[in-house]
């Protein structure tokens, strides 16, 4: 199939950019990332500058092809970049590819954005001081099936970042909401619960990411399903750790 990539090219972070059209012929069970290298392929052998993209399983698993295609994190259908196939598109369309657009994940090159924000959040959080003990352990610590599997849910967060890039005001309450919900919820996890939701949310604005409007653009787009009731908790453990807290 014969498509037309506007993708946007930038030298680096101090570089203007600009969008720049590309023709391509490719199979359409190629996977959107495929794609990508047959279109760098093809620029090298012109003796062109490739287009940097990030990558790293191609598996839908580490969160790291994060492209704004056609006005959508990870494009038209509810998935990571490298799971979309260019099936979903049709003959001679043209896709317009962009990396996220958030000033708390400045671009890096091209499609590479730099997201160690999200990084310093998680760190912020600090650890668990509970001895979780081994694998056999976790048995021994009754937790009810729908608590776990709650848990289980906002762990599935593969911190892409598609909830900023659909957000309106770029905020990363989700994501923030994921990581603090899969704690809060296990008994393991409540030791640590105020001060982990103070340290992420001051971590979070320092960082420059936006407030919740609560749109739910966030949930409509991200990839595993992560859903609003994780901004419900984020609010809940913030506002009652505030009410106890030391720190002013
Ligand atoms: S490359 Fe890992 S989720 Fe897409």
Same mark, same amino acid.
């Given at each position: 199939? =014969?498509?037309?990539? #506007?993708?946007? =090219?930038?030298?680096?972070?101090? &570089?203007?950019?600009?969008?720049?059209?590309?023709? *391509?012929?490719?199979?359409?069970?190629?996977?959107?990332?495929?794609?990508? &290298?047959?279109? +760098?392929?093809?620029?090298?052998?012109?003796?062109?500058?490739?287009?940097?993209?990030?990558?790293? %399983? #191609?598996?839908?698993? %580490?969160?790291?092809? +994060?492209?704004?295609?056609?006005?959508?994190?990870? /494009?038209?259908? !509810?998935?990571?970049?490298?799971?979309?196939?260019? #099936?979903?598109?049709?003959?001679?369309?043209?896709?317009?590819?962009?990396?996220?657009?958030?000033?708390?994940?400045?671009?890096?090159?091209?499609?590479?954005? &730099? =997201?160690?924000?999200?990084?310093?959040?998680?760190?912020? /959080?600090?650890?668990?001081? *509970? +001895?979780?003990?081994? @694998?056999?352990?976790? +048995?021994?610590?009754?937790?009810?099936?729908?608590?776990? &599997?709650?848990?289980? $849910?906002?762990?599935?967060?593969?911190?892409?970042? @598609?909830?900023?890039?659909?957000?309106? $005001?770029?905020?990363?309450?989700?994501?923030?909401?994921?990581?603090?919900?899969?704690?809060?919820?296990?008994?393991?996890?409540?030791?640590? !619960?105020?001060? !982990?939701?103070?340290?992420?949310?001051?971590?979070?604005?320092?960082?420059?990411?936006?407030?919740?409007?609560?749109?739910?653009?966030?949930?409509?787009? %991200?990839?595993?399903?992560?859903?609003?009731? $994780?901004? @419900? =908790?984020?609010?809940?453990?913030?506002?009652? @750790?505030?009410?106890?807290?030391?720190?002013?």
């Amino acid at each position: 199939m =014969r498509l037309k990539l #506007r993708i946007w =090219r930038q030298r680096d972070a101090n &570089d203007k950019g600009k969008l720049v059209d590309y023709d *391509v012929d490719v199979n359409p069970h190629m996977s959107f990332l495929e794609m990508l &290298d047959e279109l +760098n392929g093809a620029l090298l052998e012109k003796g062109e500058e490739p287009v940097a993209f990030d990558h790293d %399983c #191609r598996e839908g698993i %580490c969160g790291t092809c +994060n492209l704004y295609i056609n006005g959508r994190p990870h /494009g038209p259908i !509810r998935t990571t970049t490298c799971q979309l196939h260019m #099936r979903h598109f049709h003959e001679g369309e043209t896709i317009v590819i962009e990396p996220w657009r958030a000033k708390s994940f400045p671009i890096v090159k091209d499609l590479v954005v &730099d =997201r160690s924000a999200f990084d310093r959040i998680v760190q912020a /959080g600090g650890y668990i001081s *509970v +001895n979780t003990g081994s @694998a056999r352990d976790a +048995n021994e610590i009754p937790i009810p099936k729908p608590i776990a &599997d709650e848990a289980f $849910n906002s762990a599935a967060c593969i911190a892409c970042g @598609a909830c900023v890039a659909a957000c309106k $005001n770029a905020s990363a309450m989700l994501f923030v909401g994921a990581q603090i919900s899969k704690f809060a919820l296990l008994p393991q996890g409540k030791a640590e !619960r105020k001060t !982990r939701a103070e340290k992420m949310v001051a971590q979070m604005d320092a960082e420059g990411f936006g407030a919740c409007s609560n749109t739910g653009a966030c949930a409509a787009e %991200c990839p595993v399903g992560i859903s609003m009731a $994780n901004i @419900a =908790r984020l609010n809940r453990e913030y506002y009652g @750790a505030k009410l106890t807290s030391t720190n002013v």
